[in-house]
């Protein structure tokens, strides 16, 4: 079963959180839309992660990176001729989150909550997607969350109710800005 944890505990205990994290710890997470499940990007993560979802673990995950000067971003930028002062741009147009995406490769995310300060504190860039099964409806709360999954992972942080507003989508390679 998990340990929930608050996110203030989280964040003042956040040396400890990212040696659990390189361990390939799986979490459950708040973001300023729903609650999302995470782990440290790697095969192993990738699978369990997939299992306690019951998805098909081919199935394309959101990976959120510590920030734009990650190499993993840049690099992303330069594949698709796009300049990180763009990628700024657009991302600062939109208050919820934002994922940035092209068709075949994994969609990125810099969210915005507070837990992108563990993100950037931790340097590694990680898989995620929300924490609901397919279908079902997302959680904004702690409480909602669907109990198999809560059983199988290692933390929960809870940060009370999230905005439930759906992400925006930018999607690069086809120049479409799709607000759900």
């Given at each position: ?15 400890f ?114 924490v ?45 800005v799709?607000?759900?």
């Open positions: 079963m998990a340990k929930i944890i608050k996110f203030k505990n989280f964040m003042e205990n956040i040396d959180y990212i040696s659990e994290a390189k361990e390939w710890k799986i979490f459950i997470y708040p973001t300023d839309t729903i609650y999302g499940i995470w782990a440290v990007w790697n095969e192993f993560s990738i699978q369990k992660i997939a299992e306690i979802k019951h998805r098909n673990w081919n199935k394309m995950f959101s990976i959120i990176v510590p920030n734009f000067d990650y190499e993993w971003i840049v690099n992303w930028c330069k594949k698709f001729w796009i300049s990180i002062d763009k990628l700024k741009d657009q991302l600062a147009k939109y208050h919820w989150v934002t994922r940035i995406f092209s068709h075949k490769d994994p969609w990125i995310r810099i969210i915005k909550h507070d837990f992108q300060h563990f993100v950037e504190n931790l340097w590694m860039p990680f898989i995620t997607t929300s609901n099964i397919s279908w079902d409806v997302a959680a904004t709360e702690v409480n909602l969350i669907n109990k198999e999954i809560a059983d199988n992972v290692d933390y929960i942080i809870d940060d009370w109710i999230c905005a439930g507003k759906p992400s925006v989508l930018i999607d690069f390679v086809d120049g479409k799709i607000e759900r």
